[in-house]
Nanobody, 128 residues
């Protein structure tokens, strides 16, 4: 059973930074993608980034490009989301999610409907 646990959420001032972690376990094969998502109150869940376990390839949505970076530490089964220059409209619950992908390199995108396994989320609050 795939399990995902996020951590690292906090309250920060505008312009601050945070690094979120996602510990993933229980995969039955080695080819999968981990995505980062967020959901603000009253809004739909939004995809931010994704990373492939096959080749480490990454993909960023327009909301994340330039300020957010996703990386992984395979030895720790952990994927990170480094977020810089945070703004009040970044306030949301941040989730990581996983899906299986082919064992050959493919482009992985953070489309909500593609992901089958979800963590419980971690709260990020950015104060003005």
């Amino acid at each position: 059973q795939v399990q995902l646990v996020e951590s690292g959420g906090d309250t920060v001032q505008s312009g601050g930074s945070l690094r979120l972690s996602c510990v993933a376990s229980g995969f039955s094969r080695d080819s999968y993608a981990i995505g980062w998502f967020r959901q603000a109150p009253g809004k739909e869940r939004e995809g931010l980034s994704a990373i492939s376990s096959v080749d480490g390839g990454t993909y960023y949505s327009d909301s994340a490009e330039g300020r957010f970076t996703t990386s992984r530490d395979a030895a720790k089964n952990t994927v990170y989301l480094q977020m810089n220059n945070l703004q009040p409209n970044d306030t949301a619950i941040y989730y990581c999610a996983a899906r299986y992908i082919p064992s050959t390199p493919v482009v992985v995108t953070p489309m909500v409907v593609l992901y089958d396994y979800w963590g419980r989320g971690t709260q990020v609050t950015v104060l003005p």
